[in-house]
């Protein structure tokens, strides 16, 4: 069964420093990895959308990057601002299946101004 | 929000009374998606629909029912609401069904089961 878990539970930095997020997949045999974004109250804002074959992608200030045979991924986010202070979460979409996705419990950022 | 509209937003209802909630696009998708949002469990889907009147569950689908009459209505059903059924619902929508198609959602329905 696959299993996705994203440490840590939360973070907080100052405005202006680059960070990483981490998300983590018990089953390689992935078809793609998405990231969202969520504020509070509201539902979720697509990111950036990772494909099995493809080992990063990016989105102005974000990076995100998949290591299948790990089972990793993570979200760069550079040159941090208060408006990033939000939810993030990773899903995953197992192969062969309809776009049913498996999320993890998601990172909730600060940004401090 | 992708032209999805999630109707009511904030419900609360008693225990043994049904409910529906409502998802409409306007993104003329053809996948329509329903999940719950629980702390600690993060979001789970409950069921799916792949076209008009084409439905199948998702991993929590107990106590729920849906349906699609029209390309821009999921309805979702809960026959005899229950208190384990409080939670935020959100409704998603999908374009294909390839690697490269992702899901967008709606503001979600807070619903309170007292």
């Known amino acids: 069964k696959q299993e996705v878990t994203q440490i840590p539970a939360a973070l907080s930095v100052p405005e202006g420093e680059n960070l990483v997020l981490n998300c983590s997949f018990t089953d390689s045999a992935i078809y793609n990895l998405q990231w969202f974004r969520q504020d509070p109250g509201k539902g979720l804002t697509s990111l950036l959308l990772?494909?099995?074959?493809?080992r990063e992608q990016t989105s102005g200030r974000l990076n995100a990057s998949l290591d299948k045979s790990s089972g990793r991924s993570t979200l760069y986010i550079a040159a941090s601002q208060p408006g990033d202070s939000a939810t993030y979460l990773c899903a995953v979409r197992r192969s062969g299946a309809t776009n049913k996705l498996i999320f993890g419990t998601g990172t909730l950022l600060a940004v401090q101004p | 929000d992708a032209g999805i509209t999630q109707s009511p937003r904030h419900k609360v209802t008693e225990t043994g009374t049904p409910v529906t909630l409502r998802c409409h696009q306007t993104?003329?998708?053809?996948?329509m998606y329903w999940y719950r949002q629980d702390p600690g469990h993060g979001l789970r889907l409950i069921h799916y629909s792949y076209g008009v009147k084409d439905t199948d569950k998702g991993e929590v689908s107990d106590g729920y029912s849906v349906s699609r009459s029209k390309t821009e209505d999921f309805l979702l059903t809960l026959e005899s609401a229950t208190s384990s059924q409080t939670s935020v619902y959100f409704c998603?929508?999908?374009?294909?069904?390839?690697?490269?198609?992702?899901?967008?959602f709606g503001n979600g329905t807070r619903l309170t089961v007292t």
């Open positions: 998603a929508i999908s374009d294909g069904q390839g690697s490269d198609s992702p899901l967008h």
């Open positions: 993104e003329n998708h053809r996948y």
């Open positions: 990772i494909q099995s074959s493809q």
